[in-house]
């Protein structure tokens, strides 16, 4: 294009001054200054636009390439519902054809509804024991029903959560650690908000209550603990105040903006670890693997790593 635009010139000023005289001399070379630009404006223009309309095509293969449809069923524990929603938005803007539909509960529950029958296509859980209830490779002291739901090559862990010690705004009864929330569940001087026990948070939590020699049915008898169904169950019941204390993922406390007085070591109740997998039953496959995929990219690393998670992939 550049030969093209150096010949025409060239062929401009020849052109010219083929009819100049010495009188007419200044006034020609005016004319052929304005021909040149007029001539270098067009050419350059043309340039810009076909350079644009490769672009846009190498744009449009791209994402024709790329682009899956269908719908994708994702059952994921309810600590995970603000990110992985943002993350599916995220995943939808760039693959306009597919619909995403989230079912959000805590693991327990999204396994025995699997159990049961329902349509989903990819599970993550916060937990490994409900993964391995659904998975036939898992240990069978474990999987005790043989269930085989899981695509073992797509299984993977994908995120570390922290289990935390939260109060209610103002910390109206002091808690400040876990060792404090012990001696006051041993005393019967605390009201503590925790997961029941199908649910990993309420797993981690027994763990953490075995850690420090607790009874928890005598706690519960004695009116020092109350359940919720889920982490999020929990960690309303801590933001209405109408607990001491709960106990909860670091995310879930910094989405409902509350305040965490102590973190669990893994000493206290083992690391919290998500695996996330395809289930067997899914009628997209290759659209399920490419959405796990993407919740392993450095955008979406980017939005678990805002709320406290750690990507393990």
């Known amino acids: 294009m550049k030969k093209i635009l150096a010949m025409l010139l060239a062929l401009v000023m020849v052109l010219a001054l083929a009819g100049c005289s010495s009188t007419d001399y200044t006034s020609q070379l005016d004319e052929i200054a304005e021909s040149l630009e007029s001539v ?22 791209e994402a024709a390439e790329s682009t899956y449809s269908g719908e994708l069923i994702v059952f994921a524990a309810a600590s995970m519902t603000e990110t992985l929603t943002e993350i599916g938005d995220l995943f939808m803007e760039a693959n306009p054809d597919v619909e995403i539909v989230f079912n959000f509960d805590s693991s327990g529950t999204l396994k ?3 159990e ?24 069978e002291s474990v999987n005790t029903d043989g269930l085989d739901y899981v695509i073992s090559e797509t299984r993977f862990d994908i995120l570390e959560n922290k289990v935390t010690l939260a109060v209610p705004e103002g910390n109206p009864a002091g808690i400040e650690s876990f060792d ?14 925790m997961g029941n026990e199908d649910v990993p948070v309420g797993q981690y939590t027994q763990l953490i209550l075995e850690y420090y020699g607790l009874d928890e049915d005598e706690l519960a008898s004695n009116g020092c603990i ?17 607990v001491d204390c709960g106990i909860i993922y670091a995310t879930d406390a910094y989405s409902a903006g509350l305040t965490v ?8 109740c083992g690391q919290v670890i998500y695996p996330a997998a395809v289930l067997n039953i899914t009628s997209n496959q290759e659209l399920a693997e490419a959405f796990l995929e993407f919740c392993t990219s450095d955008e979406a690393s980017a939005i678990l790593e805002s709320v406290g998670f750690t990507p393990l992939a």
């Open 112 to 114: 025995t509804q699997i």
């Open 261 to 268: 007085v102590d973190s669990a070591t893994a000493e206290m």
């Open 226 to 242: 109350t359940y919720g169904s889920n982490v999020k169950e929990v960690t309303t019941q801590v933001s209405e105040g109408t």
């Open 40 to 61: 270098q404006d067009t050419l350059e223009s043309y340039i810009a636009a076909e350079e644009t309309a490769a672009e846009e095509a190498e744009a449009a293969e």
């Open 116 to 139: 049961e029958g329902a349509d989903c296509d990819v599970f993550i859980s916060a937990g490994q024991k409900q993964m391995d209830q659904l998975d036939i490779t898992a240990d």
């Open 180 to 193: 404090q929330l012990a001696e006051l569940l041993a005393a019967g001087d605390v009201f503590l908000a």
